[in-house]
């Protein structure tokens, strides 16, 4: 397994890491006994970032990775890194209700979050996005006295813009920021990830299968299941899926040339692009079964020539996909956007 340092501040990590989200929410029922199999797989096979959310399914997935943690060796459960997201608001019905980046906020997520974890320590910590009433100064700081305190051992951030990116990191060293990036959604690549580079900051990038869209198993008569977070998604709707699955099919044409599959080249892509741009990107694969695991653990192996990415180019421009990659509402909550 390739390795690499964060960002001039972070911890030494596998070149991809386990994006957990979809073992407990927003993509349909998932197997419990297969996620944790899953995350037994990825610790065995050399991946050491898991990426959670507290709010993912109200602490369910934190548990989930409690779990899988306690059960794994023992020499896996020591290599493993937790980065964690906090600050949104849920309530009972499963409703979303804002972000909260308040110091006491931050203190009191991170002790639920660390008993349901079952840890010492959470290894990367970040706000899920940026509170609008809250400095990002003051939530910033409020997690470096957890570092001090021992509680935390590195500071993230996510979906922040170039400026928020400059306040936080005058405040304390940043290990990573936490974004989507993928061949259909290349927004950081003009201001945000120039200046991650410039700040020695890391990039560990979600959504490299744009939720599966571009991952070569989304077919055009799919049925998603009752809360699933796409059927809200904009590219996932009408005319927009039918031409981002147009652009899925030009990027297959090229992966079966090279013998991979869709989704390998997607995520060869995205690990093509640090030292294109002189950052440190660690792709976040969602994978929520061991053969999706397994598929995404190839693109380590694939290597993409100038020519194969100039193909790639071609055939999925930047701004090539129809629809923005959040329902409008939630893209109103993206500092990176503004």
Same mark, same amino acid.
């Given at each position: 397994m390739r390795t690499l340092t964060l960002g001039a501040n972070g911890p030494r990590t596998a070149a991809l890491g386990l994006g957990c989200m979809g073992m407990s929410a927003l993509y349909g029922e998932a197997d419990r006994d297969e996620s944790i199999a899953t995350i037994h797989a990825a610790l065995d096979a050399g991946v050491t970032l898991l990426d959670t959310g507290d709010f993912y399914a109200m602490g369910h997935n934190e548990m989930l990775i409690g779990e899988a943690l306690r059960s794994a060796p023992a020499a896996a459960r020591e290599q493993a890194l937790t980065s964690v997201k906090f600050g949104a608001l849920r309530d009972p019905d499963g409703g979303w209700s804002g972000y909260d980046g308040r110091p006491?906020? &931050? +203190?009191?997520? =991170?002790?639920?979050?660390?008993?349901?974890l079952g840890v010492d320590h959470i290894d990367i910590y970040r706000i899920a996005r940026v509170d609008p009433d809250v400095p990002i100064e003051e939530t910033v700081g409020a997690i470096a006295e957890l570092v001090q305190a021992g509680h935390v051992r590195h500071i993230g951030l996510s979906e922040v813009g170039a400026a928020t990116l400059r306040r936080a990191a005058a405040v304390a060293p940043i290990s990573d920021l936490q974004i989507e990036y993928s061949l259909i959604s290349r927004g950081i690549e003009d201001e945000i990830l120039p200046t991650a580079s410039e700040l020695g900051i890391g990039v560990t990038a979600y959504g490299v299968l744009s939720r599966g869209l571009i991952s070569g198993h989304f077919t055009r008569d799919r049925q998603l299941a009752a809360g699933d977070f796409r059927g809200m998604s904009p590219r996932f709707q009408g005319q927009n899926l039918q031409?981002?699955?147009?652009? &899925? !099919?030009? @990027?297959? +044409?090229?992966?079966?040339q090279k013998g &991979?599959? &869709?989704?390998?080249?997607a995520i060869a892509w995205v690990l093509a692009q640090g030292p294109r741009h002189g950052a440190d990107i660690v792709p976040l694969v969602? =994978?929520?079964?061991?053969?999706?695991? $397994?598929?995404? @653990?190839?693109?380590?192996?694939? *290597?993409?020539?100038?020519? !194969? @990415?100039?193909?790639? *180019? $071609?055939?999925?421009p930047a701004g090539a996909a129809a629809g923005d990659r959040y329902p409008q509402a939630q893209m109103a909550h993206l500092d990176s956007e503004h």
């Open positions: 006491g906020a &931050v +203190k009191n997520f =991170a002790a639920y979050s660390l008993q349901r031409h981002n699955l147009d652009l &899925v !099919d030009a @990027l297959r +044409k090229i992966a079966e &991979v599959s &869709v989704a390998q080249t969602g =994978a929520r079964r061991r053969d999706r695991l $397994a598929e995404a @653990l190839g693109a380590l192996d694939v *290597e993409l020539t100038a020519s !194969d @990415l100039a193909a790639i *180019e $071609a055939a999925v």
